[in-house]
């Protein structure tokens, strides 16, 4: 009943920006720990970012001072500000969180959005 749906991927040129957007829904009672993750072809997910409920945020190493994360816990929604893309930023990206519904606390994922970094 609970679902997380991504938005905002694409095909952007080194360099360039993208905003991520993950938007969860359903019977929500809380939301805790949200964050992105992301896959290249071949390799393992990884963590790019993460958010607590009270805004404290971890980053990649890679990704630090490139990427933003931040939310809007009134619309249950995150979101993952990319500056600066270089082709190895390219892959899937998954919106994950932890979430209270009536039935208790589980760990969700997105079905994932395509970003593609390439001239």
């Known amino acids: 009943q609970v679902q997380l749906v991504e938005s905002g991927g694409g095909l952007v040129q080194p360099g360039g920006s993208l905003r991520l957007s993950c938007e969860a829904s359903g019977s929500i009672r809380s939301i805790f720990t949200m964050g992105w993750y992301r896959q290249a072809p071949g390799k393992e997910r990884e963590l790019v970012a993460t958010?607590?409920?009270?805004?404290?945020?971890n980053y990649a190493d890679s990704v630090k001072g490139r990427f933003t994360i931040s939310r809007v816990n009134a619309k249950n929604t995150v979101y993952l500000h990319m500056n600066s893309l270089n082709p190895e930023d390219t892959g899937v990206y998954y919106c994950?969180?932890?979430?209270?519904?009536?039935?208790?606390?589980?760990?969700?994922w997105g079905q994932g959005t395509q970003v593609t970094v390439s001239s």
């Open positions: 994950n969180a932890d979430i209270r519904s009536g039935y208790g606390i589980r760990n969700y």
């Open positions: 958010i607590t409920y009270s805004t404290n945020t």
